[in-house]
């Protein structure tokens, strides 16, 4: 869905910017131009913003919390399993 007419930017784009490193509607600006023209898309760009943003860091958590992550690290430890 085109979300800033003024530079045809979508939804998806400014997703993958967000995805891409930034952090804010400013730098997102940069990165694909949305919003940076009459502004009237400003409020829904931060709304996806944010909710990009949001979505990555429950994305990281529930990775940082992954039965698996407690085993990083313990390949060194005396005793431990080592494959073949
Ligand atoms: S519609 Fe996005 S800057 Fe004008």
């Known amino acids: 869905m085109i979300v800033c007419h003024c530079h045809g930017v979508t939804d998806r784009e ?3 910017s967000v995805q ?8 997102v600006a940069d990165c694909c131009g949305a919003s ?9 760009v931060a709304e996806i913003v944010h909710g ?9 958590s529930d990775a940082a919390a992954s039965p698996l992550a407690c085993l990083a690290g313990l390949s060194d430890a005396p005793g431990a399993f080592q494959p073949a």
């Open 14 to 16: 400014i997703r993958a």
């Open 20 to 27: 891409n490193g930034a952090r804010t509607c400013a730098e």
């Open 36 to 44: 940076s023209g009459c502004g009237g898309c400003a409020s829904l």
């Open 52 to 60: 990009e943003r949001r979505r990555l860091a429950m994305v990281r």
